[in-house]
């Protein structure tokens, strides 16, 4: 049984080394074809966007989250004066 926990963490590791070896290789070789900047640009248009559209999303959470507790606090207050 602590053979095949073992294994299993060396399997995870070496599948993350190999996973990282191969991301780094791909985005390697995208860089050095991308001599003029186009797809790097590209790519930041991209992520640009879509970091805009988590944080519109993650603001609006958040208001949401707080209306919430200004909701319980008020009940809250109004239990104690009961």
Do not use: C, P
Not at 51 to 80: F, G, W
């Amino acid at each position: 049984m602590g053979a095949d926990v073992i294994y299993d963490q060396m399997f995870d590791f070496w599948t993350t080394i190999v996973l990282g070896i191969v991301v780094f290789t791909f985005f390697f070789i995208l860089g050095m074809l991308d001599v003029k900047g186009h797809i790097s640009a590209k790519i930041e248009q991209i992520s640009v966007k879509y970091m805009s559209v988590y944080a519109k999303r993650n603001y609006e959470v958040q208001e949401k989250i707080l209306r919430e507790l200004k909701e319980i606090k008020s009940i809250m207050i109004k239990n104690e004066k009961n």
